[in-house]
């Protein structure tokens, strides 16, 4: 079994979009204007409708379409690239060890990039490092999924140095969680599908308490994920609701707002997760994504581990429950609290961008992926 392939980095292209200049000479404005003008009128348009924008601008533009590209499964004999687009892998024999293992015992290849083990103060590597090798897995035609070693940070840094070109022609499989959100986010702005679960940091704990998570990634991988039920509460809005699933670690939703990976949450079902904040702070995320309005039109919201919350000096006052709710107090779509993915040891599988049934009730919370 191959275990290294070692990415050149002098072959991968380097693409840079050339950025307008735009003169102030009266003359010229006045010449831009006269021609916006006559396009309106020759499209028939009103002055207050847009024009389709026809210039070449980042390929990550808010996906509003429900068709989703949906890689293959894997199969036997697969290839899966491991990488670490943010912070330093830990433990880095172990955790290569027990990927090889786990991998192999499911009957695939698995090949490391480059610079997995490299260490760059805060990152594993430095941002050219990280985006080649993910350049090079995202490229490569062999490799049918790439499993982000762990997060911490450092993808949001480097997400607009990648060209998804190749991935385009060789779709394959992302695997990631936390961080990996800013990933999550540009595929389905792409219009592409991804898996929300483990990293490979997390094969370093305990094996029985990461049973679901392992056995929901290979579930996941191999087309065999189907549904969830899971125990309701008592804080759950009751609803069913059917959209496609979006979403990821909190910071990072909010992190991407305004640029051209923040979501499209229109008829949407948005997952949510959290650790080590205070209520405060996520109050205040949650507040700037309800003002970008991600909560307005979404068709509802599962919310995942909100794990290790810090004390609040004063106190909040409420309970994480009531703090949600009460940002999506204007809202009438179905809440679901509870859902077994974050950050905790049990991190279930979730594909992303698949459209999905939700149905929440008191008792329990089914999740119904359709396809």
């Not at 380097?14 to 404005?29: G, H």
């Not at 707002?257 to 995320?285: A, C, M």
Request: neutral net charge; proline residues 3%; glycine residues 8%.
């Amino acid at each position: 079994m191959s275990t290294k392939i070692h990415n050149n980095t002098s072959n991968l292209k380097q693409n840079f979009r050339e950025i307008p200049t735009f003169t102030k000479k009266p003359f010229k404005m006045m010449l831009n204007t006269l021609m916006w003008c006559l396009l309106i009128l020759a499209q028939g348009l009103e002055p207050n409708k847009t024009l389709m924008n026809t210039s070449n601008t980042s390929s990550f533009s808010p996906n509003t379409s429900l068709e989703m590209t949906r890689p293959s499964y894997l199969k036997i004999g697969d290839t899966v690239a491991v990488v670490a687009p943010a912070g330093i892998l830990k433990q880095d024999a172990k955790v290569i060890q027990n990927t090889k293992t786990l991998l192999k015992s499911w009957g695939l290849e698995v090949v490391f990039g480059k610079h997995l083990e490299t260490k760059s103060n805060h990152f594993a590597g430095t941002d050219a490092q990280r985006s080649s090798d993910l350049q090079w897995a995202l490229d490569h035609p062999n490799i049918k999924a790439i499993w982000c070693a762990r997060g911490g940070y450092g993808t949001l840094r480097i997400i607009d140095h990648l060209d998804f070109e190749g991935f385009k022609t060789y779709p394959k499989w992302v695997v990631g969680y936390s961080d990996v959100t800013v990933l999550h986010n540009a595929l389905n702005n792409l219009g592409y599908e991804s898996l929300h679960a483990m990293m490979c940091i997390n094969l370093t704990e305990d094996t029985s308490a990461i049973k679901q998570s392992i056995e929901t990634l290979k579930a996941a991988l191999f087309g065999q994920l189907n549904s969830y039920e899971i125990e309701g509460g008592s804080a759950n809005r009751l609803g069913t609701a059917t959209g496609p699933l979006v979403g990821g670690n909190l910071s990072l939703l909010t992190a991407t707002l305004g640029s051209n990976t923040q979501l499209d949450t229109k008829g949407k079902i948005i997952f949510i997760e959290e650790i080590d904040e205070y209520k405060y702070h996520i109050d205040r995320q949650l507040q700037s994504l309800k003002r970008a309005g991600y909560f307005e039109h979404c068709a509802g919201v599962i919310i995942g581990d909100i794990s290790q919350l810090k004390i609040n000096t004063p106190a909040w006052g409420h309970s994480i429950e009531a703090l949600i709710l009460e940002v999506l107090k204007d809202t009438d779509v179905p809440v679901a609290f509870g859902f077994p993915a974050g950050h905790e040891l049990e991190n279930r599988a979730l594909y992303f961008g698949r459209m999905l049934q939700l149905d929440v009730t008191k008792l329990k919370t089914r999740v119904l992926f359709l396809n």
